[in-house]
C-alpha cells in the first residue's frame, strides 16, 4: 500500500526567504508523485510531478522537487518565497498496485504555508 | 485555460436526505474522479470512473454512494441517505488518461454540511 507523510504541518517563512516542505512516500512499485497547491476557495492546482525521468523536477512559480529513492523523499523547495505562496501544500503519490490501482491518488495530511512581510 | 467546476460550491442538507453533487470534467478528459477531505484530515480517494463504469472505488464508497455521467459532460456523485459523517469537502478530478503518471485536474470542491 501506497502512503505519504507531510512532516510539518505548518511552516512559517518571511518574504524573499527560501521555502523547503518535506514529504516522505512510501510505495511498493515505482510510484508518480505531485505536488499541489490549494489557495482559498480555490481547486488543487498542481505545481509539478515526478514521473521516473529526471529526478529534479521543475515547477510553476519557481518550485522544484528532488526524488530521493534511497530516502523516500521528494521535498519541495524554493529559493524565495513570494507573498502569493501563502497557500496549503499537498504531495501525493500515485501507483500501482497489483497492476489495477490506475490514477488513484494518495494525499499527504498538506503543509500550511505562511508567508510574512 | 480548460477547468474543472463543481456546483454547488456549498450544500447544507439534513440526515437522511439526498444530494447529488454536481461536476463538469475538462471537455477531452475520459478518467473521473472524486475524492473527499473531511475537516483536519486527509483528502481520500472515493471512485474512479471510465468508460461509462467504474473502474475502483475505495472502502468508503458504500452502497449508499453512486456516480453517474448522465449527459456526456456532467459527473455527479449521489449520496442516498447522508449521514452526519459524510460532512466534507468533496473534490471531483478528471484526466485525460487512466495511467499513474497522468495528472488529475481538480475543481474547487463542494462542501458539504450535514445537520
Known amino acids: 500500500a501506497q502512503s505519504v507523510t507531510q512532516l510539518d504541518s505548518h511552516v512559517s517563512v518571511s518574504e524573499g526567504t527560501p521555502v523547503l516542505l518535506r514529504c516522505n512516500y512510501s510505495?511498493?512499485?515505482?510510484?508518480?508523485l505531485f505536488w499541489y497547491v490549494q489557495h482559498p476557495n480555490k481547486g488543487l492546482q498542481l505545481l509539478l510531478k515526478?514521473?521516473?525521468?529526471?529526478?529534479l523536477v521543475k515547477g510553476i512559480n519557481g518550485f522544484e522537487a528532488e526524488f530521493k529513492k534511497s530516502e523516500t523523499s521528494f521535498h519541495l523547495t524554493k529559493p524565495s518565497a513570494h507573498m502569493s505562496d501563502a497557500a496549503e501544500y499537498f504531495c501525493?503519490?500515485?501507483?500501482?498496485?497489483?497492476?489495477?490501482?490506475?490514477?488513484?491518488?494518495?494525499f499527504g495530511q498538506g503543509t500550511i504555508l505562511t508567508v510574512h512581510p | 485555460e480548460p477547468e474543472v467546476t463543481q456546483t454547488p460550491s456549498h450544500q447544507v442538507t439534513q440526515m437522511g436526505q439526498e444530494v447529488i453533487l454536481r461536476c463538469v470534467p475538462i471537455s477531452n478528459h475520459l478518467y473521473f474522479y472524486w475524492y473527499r477531505q473531511i475537516l483536519g484530515q486527509k483528502v481520500e480517494f472515493l471512485v474512479s470512473?471510465?468508460?461509462?463504469?467504474?473502474?475502483?472505488k475505495s472502502e468508503i464508497f458504500d452502497d449508499q454512494f453512486s456516480v453517474e455521467r448522465p449527459d456526456g459532460s456532467n459527473f455527479t456523485l449521489k449520496i442516498r441517505s447522508t449521514k452526519l459523517e459524510d460532512s466534507a469537502m468533496y473534490f471531483c478530478?478528471?484526466?485525460?488518461?487512466?495511467?499513474?503518471?497522468?495528472?488529475?485536474?481538480f475543481g474547487p470542491g463542494t462542501r458539504l454540511l450535514v445537520l
Open positions: 478530478a478528471s484526466s485525460l488518461g487512466g495511467l499513474i503518471q497522468e495528472t488529475q485536474y
Open positions: 470512473f471510465y468508460n461509462n463504469e467504474i473502474s475502483e
Open positions: 515526478y514521473t521516473s525521468a529526471a529526478t
Open positions: 510505495s511498493s512499485y515505482s510510484p508518480s
Open positions: 501525493v503519490v500515485s501507483d500501482r498496485a497489483g497492476g489495477t490501482s490506475y490514477g488513484k491518488l494518495t
